[in-house]
C-alpha cells in the first residue's frame, strides 16, 4: 500500500489526476473502472481541465463504472449515469460505446450482475479502478459484512449510506433502496487500485480500513492485500496515520 499524502482537497484531487493521467499516457486504449461520490468530483474537473488543454486523449479509453441505483432510468438528474456524464463523460471525447455502468432499470437482478460480470471479462477487465470510501468503509456499495469473493450483485443499502446519499434528492423517502456494485472480488482483480478520501468526518474509517484488522466488517479493509493500491489522503482524512 502506498499512501499520498495532500495538504488540501484540490491538491489531492490533481494527484489522482496525475496518476489516472499516466495511465491513459501510457495505455491509450485502457479500461478505467470510475466512481461517482463527491470525493472525486475535482478529480473529473482536472482531467477535463488537461483534455481541453490538449494534453489528454479519451478516445480510445473505455469506462467501467463501480455502481448504480436500481429502479432509476439512466437519464433521471439522480442516476449514476446521469452524474457520470455531467460531472465527466459529456466534457471529453470519450466514445459513447465505450462507457459502461451497470442497467438499473433492469430489476432482473441475476440477469444484470451476469451482464456486467461478463462485460467486465470482454473488455479485459479493469487497469486502474478509481475508488471513494464510505463512512462505514464500504467500496463501491459492498457494505459491512460484503463477501469478498463476490462479483457484480445487487445490495439492499445500510441506512447510513441512505442517509449519506439524502443530500443529493430532494426527499429522503426518493433515495433507492437497492444498488447493483461491482463485487470487491472484481475489484481486487483490477491492476492498479486508487482510493481518494478527504474530510475529517473519513479521518477514522481511514484509519479502521488501512490500519486496522483485514475484515468484511470493514470492506475497504481488503485493499491493504492489493498488489497495487495507492491512497490519496488529504490532511484531514489522513489526520490519525
Ligand atoms: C460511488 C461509490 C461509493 C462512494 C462512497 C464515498 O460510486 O461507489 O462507494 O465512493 O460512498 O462517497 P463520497 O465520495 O460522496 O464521500
Known amino acids: 500500500m502506498k499512501i499520498i499524502r495532500s495538504e488540501t482537497y484540490k491538491d489531492m484531487a490533481r494527484k489522482a489526476a496525475n496518476i489516472i493521467s499516466a495511465q491513459v499516457i501510457m495505455k491509450p486504449n485502457c479500461v478505467l473502472g470510475l466512481a461517482t461520490g463527491s470525493t472525486p468530483i475535482g478529480i473529473y474537473e482536472q482531467l477535463i481541465d488537461w483534455y481541453r488543454k490538449g494534453d489528454l486523449d479519451f478516445s480510445e479509453v473505455t469506462t467501467i463504472n463501480l455502481d448504480e441505483y436500481c429502479g432509476l432510468a439512466r437519464n433521471n438528474p439522480q442516476s449514476y449515469c446521469s452524474f457520470m456524464h455531467n460531472q465527466f463523460f459529456d466534457s471529453v471525447n470519450i466514445r459513447p460505446e465505450h462507457i459502461h455502468l451497470p442497467d438499473g432499470t433492469n430489476l432482473n437482478a441475476k440477469e444484470e450482475c451476469e451482464r456486467y460480470d461478463q462485460l467486465i471479462a470482454k473488455i479485459g477487465g479493469v487497469d486502474l479502478q478509481l475508488l471513494g470510501i464510505g463512512l462505514d468503509g464500504h467500496i463501491g456499495f459492498n457494505e459491512p459484512g460484503s463477501a469478498f469473493e463476490l462479483g457484480t450483485h445487487c445490495v439492499e443499502l445500510t441506512s447510513s449510506t441512505i442517509e449519506a446519499n439524502a443530500r443529493f434528492f430532494s426527499d429522503s423517502g426518493e433515495v433507492p433502496r437497492k444498488a447493483y456494485t461491482m463485487g470487491i ?46 491512497l490519496i489522503g488529504d490532511a484531514e482524512a489522513l489526520a490519525y496515520v
Open 185 to 230: 472480488r472484481t475489484i481486487m482483480q483490477a491492476h492498479k487500485v486508487l482510493l481518494v478520501v478527504n474530510g475529517k468526518n473519513k479521518a477514522e474509517i481511514v484509519k479502521r480500513a488501512f490500519f486496522g484488522s483485514v475484515t468484511p466488517q470493514v470492506p475497504a479493509s481488503i485493499l491493504q492485500m492489493h498488489p497495487d493500491f495507492t
